[in-house]
């Protein structure tokens, strides 16, 4: 393992990025009904993401150091992978949207889309979530197993 201390700050900037997006998914009212506006939840996810980018990354490349003993994929690589794919689950609905938009920039295609087209979207996600998310868990058995 690399350096345990950039791994620990790695981790610790994830871990804030995910409590971040998790407190502004949840629905806040203000004192008189109404709802917190949409910049702001935006502004605040935008900034969880900024945490979570070097965040993994300092996960990623303090962890991917192979000692000279040993050859092989880190553990932090799985850690990595299913992190994104906590993240991304966090940040679904936006990466959608994105997504969808582009998709209609690219293609000329009308808007709003059609219901078919949003869920083809939002499965495809899901699929490649849940292909991060078992690429990761798969690494770090293996690694546990083959030590």
């Known amino acids: ?19 971040l997006g998790l407190v502004t998914n949840r ?4 004192r008189n009904g109404d709802a917190v506006p949409a910049l702001r939840r935006r502004m605040l996810r935008a900034a969880a993401a900024l945490l979570a980018a070097p ?29 994104f794919a906590g993240i991304w689950f966090i940040f679904r ?9 582009a998709a209609s920039a690219i293609y000329d295609l009308e808007r709003p889309l059609d219901p078919a087209q949003v869920k083809a979207a939002e499965t495809l996600g899901l699929w490649i979530r849940s292909l991060l998310f078992l690429s990761g868990l798969f690494i770090i058995v293996l690694r546990l197993i083959l030590r």
């Open 1 to 19: 393992m690399g350096e345990p201390l950039s791994v620990l700050f790695g981790g610790s900037l994830v871990a804030l990025a995910v409590a």
């Open 27 to 30: 629905s806040h009212t203000r």
């Open 55 to 83: 965040g993994l990354y300092i996960i990623l490349v303090s962890g991917m150091g192979i000692a000279p003993t040993e050859s092989g994929i880190a553990i932090q690589l799985g850690l990595g992978l299913m992190l």
């Open 93 to 101: 609905r936006e990466v959608v949207r994105y997504q969808l938009w």
